[in-house]
């Protein structure tokens, strides 16, 4: 039985939302403990100030980055963009960065991890005062939405 797909406003964009697809642990205190063993290279704590009904009924989340650090990906999954295409996302390390609502506390969890570019071309680099040149593989780094964790703060949770 097919539903209607559902739209909704991130940070000023339009976002098809899905339902529950990848491979991220269950829970978000599951993915944070996880983090963790690797230390995170970014941490922001802060206190949400507005409510769920505020998100819901303007239909746009304020979301700012909470946390950035590595997470280990014990098997490949498929991370779906529409209805009819995906990506798969290897196993293995990955660099992820995490938003948070500053109202509902919903969180979006993003691979950030850098990557070989196909097609695009190495840099030249010259050090001006030696003369010495060399060459930089294409690198960039991914932007992939892996998934949401709800922001329904059951019996006032915080996340430290």
């Known amino acids: 039985m097919m539903t209607e797909a559902r739209v909704t406003t991130i940070n000023g964009q339009r976002a098809l939302v899905l339902p ?87 969180v979006c969890v993003r691979d950030v991890s850098f990557e070989m570019n196909a097609g695009a071309r190495p840099a030249r680099l010259r050090n001006l005062k030696t003369g010495v040149e060399r060459i930089a593989p294409p690198i960039g780094q991914r932007n992939i939405v892996l998934g949401w964790y709800s922001g329904k703060r059951r019996a006032g949770r915080e996340y430290k």
């Open 20 to 106: 529950r697809q990848s491979g991220l642990p269950q829970k978000l205190p599951d993915l944070l403990s996880a983090m963790e063993n690797f230390g995170y290279a970014f941490r922001d704590d802060f206190v949400a100030r507005g409510t769920r009904t505020s998100c819901e009924q303007l239909n746009e989340h304020r979301m700012r980055t909470w946390r950035e650090g590595r997470w280990w990906n014990p098997q490949a999954f498929r991370v779906y963009g529409d209805a009819s295409s995906f990506r798969v996302v290897e196993a293995g390390q990955l660099l992820l960065r995490l938003e948070r609502c500053q109202d509902c506390d919903a």
